[in-house]
């Protein structure tokens, strides 16, 4: 029901990503009703360096998980903005847990910019919200209601 609300507070695509080794999945997702929109199965499973909520949960691992991460994965390149290379990552990653939002710009998706935030759940990461955005709609009004109504929502998630 959150992630309905979510939706219907932006009228932007909203998604809770669960992870899966080295992917992230969304488990629930609710689509913008606006014809240019970002859409997403739930059940797709795609890779965290190229995602928002894959961002915010690499931000949230451990140093030695984060190693092994960066040890056993390929950075694939989706679009030319993909982030390509560890360093890059790493810095991302660090302004990620500094601020507690990651951010895409056309990493998986041309015309798609991306915000997400992790969500804890009794101490335990339990996955991470994302709003996925067409970049021509997304100003900086947008995203700052975009920024407090993800933080709003992950909130009501950890204390349930």
């Not at 890779?47 to 694939?76: C, I, N, Q, V, W």
């Not at 030319?80 to 847990?97: D, F, H, I």
């Not at 507690?100 to 998706?109: C, I, N, P, Q, V």
């Amino acid at each position: 029901p959150l992630v309905r609300t979510l939706r219907m507070q932006l009228n932007e695509t909203v998604s809770f990503w669960v992870r899966h080794g080295w992917e992230v999945e969304p488990i629930s997702t609710e689509s913008s009703a606006q014809a240019l929109r970002y859409a997403v199965d739930t059940g797709t499973r795609l890779p965290m360096h190229a995602l928002a909520s894959g961002k915010a949960l690499l931000a949230a691992m451990p140093p030695e998980e984060l190693d092994r991460y960066f040890a056993e994965t390929k950075f694939e390149r989706f679009t030319p903005s993909t982030v390509g290379n560890e360093a890059k990552l790493r810095k991302e990653l660090e302004e990620v847990r500094k601020t507690g939002f990651a951010y895409t710009d056309e990493e998986y998706s041309l015309g798609i910019k991306g915000i997400g935030r992790v969500v804890k759940m009794g101490g335990e990461i339990a996955g991470a919200l994302s709003v996925a955005t067409p970049k021509v709609r997304l100003t900086e009004a947008l995203e700052q209601r975009t920024r407090d109504l993800l933080q709003r929502t992950a909130g009501l998630l950890e204390e349930s």
